[in-house]
């Protein structure tokens, strides 16, 4: 990871729920990141489909990992997105906050790569 780089991701808590188990721990990790590809995935696709309640149902699933790996940026972002109509009055505010997402979750994923 490179030095200037800042660390989207604290992995506290789910140290404590892995208590020791580093098969457990990794497999959690492995998991964050094959939902964050997909969530990235329904992301990109959404200007062509316009299917908001995909989005939102996919980053209401993915929130509990994203908690669990306190990625703060994240969870804030989800929510912002959960509260919007969509579609509707929140359609022009819901671009930048899932791109801003979208960054985010593959910085995440690129940093959880490599440890």
Known sequence: MEANREKLFDLTELRTIAAGDDRFFQEMIRLFIEQGEYALQVIRELP????????????HKMKPSIMVLGVKQATEIIVQ???????GD???????????????LKDVTDQLNIL
């Open 90 to 104: 929140g359609e022009e505010k819901c671009a930048p906050l899932l791109a801003n997402l979208e960054r985010i």
């Open 81 to 87: 997105v959960e509260n919007l109509t969509l579609p």
């Open 48 to 59: 062509g489909s316009q299917d908001f309640a995909k989005v939102k149902f996919t980053l």
